[in-house]
């Protein structure tokens, strides 16, 4: 598994979204490399992991993940990597001095307790389309991914280019990636949190509502903080903002 580390300090997982890599938080990395020791981790199937051979699953992630970085880190994870990321905090509360969620939901889909979600046959439908149209699929999980954004076009390219920079991803991983999003709820689980956590949403993300993100933070008697300019990818637009909010935490730890 690929992990990218630079900087100097404490260190600082950071995990990629559905589709993506490590390279998508480039945006961020001069804004935290003088604080941090950042590791931004190419996760199994993805940009440069694509043929790690390892599988797209939580066990296997954690198990390179704290063999590799120094313990106990700063995790943050962005949409799926958030799932990757409080698996982690959960499962290894030991490897784990603080947690943030960027933009991402211990549920990501709609159930009858948990009005924030997405409609199941969303990830049914892409995961369905992935077969039919690889390219046209990616290209509308990007532009809801950018929806809501003051810089959607320009967004979306971003998106567009760092997800292909080192090649197509893997089409199995990227169906398994959307079957943990459909599947995985952590809810039940957040009061276990042993550690402080961050939950920070984006008023105009039309992927994870920031109503899920405040409940969520609530379960976990963690912090909620709300960009209300903010869509999916915050930390494109207002890196500055994000990088602050990161820094910020780490110094209350």
Known sequence: MHIESSGHGPDLILLHGWAMHGGVFAPLLPLLQAR???????????????????????????????????????????????????????????????????????????????????PAQVFRQFAAELERDYAQTLHRFFMLEAQGSEHLRDDLRLLQRTAFEFGEPDARVLAEGLHLLETVDLRA???????????????????????????????????????????????????????AAITGFAEHL
Request: hydrophobic content about 45%; proline content about 9%; glycine content about 10%.
């Open 36 to 118: 941090f020791t950042v590791h931004a981790v190419d996760l199994p199937g993805h940009g440069r992991s694509r043929a790690c051979g390892l599988p797209l699953a939580f066990d296997a992630v954690w198990d390179e993940l704290r063999a590799r970085i120094p313990q106990p880190a700063l995790v943050m994870g962005w949409s799926l990597g958030g799932l990757f990321a409080l698996h982690g905090a959960l499962a290894h509360p030991a490897a784990c001095r603080g947690l943030i969620l960027q933009n991402a939901s211990p549920c990501f889909v709609h159930r009858p307790d948990w009005p924030h979600g997405m």
């Open 189 to 243: 689980r957040l009061p276990n949190l042993a550690m402080p956590s961050l939950w920070l949403a984006g008023r105009r993300d039309r992927l994870v509502s920031a109503a899920a993100m405040q409940s969520a933070s609530e379960a976990a008697d963690g912090t909620f903080a709300c960009d209300e300019h903010g869509g999916h990818a915050p930390f494109l637009t207002h890196p500055a903002a994000v990088a």
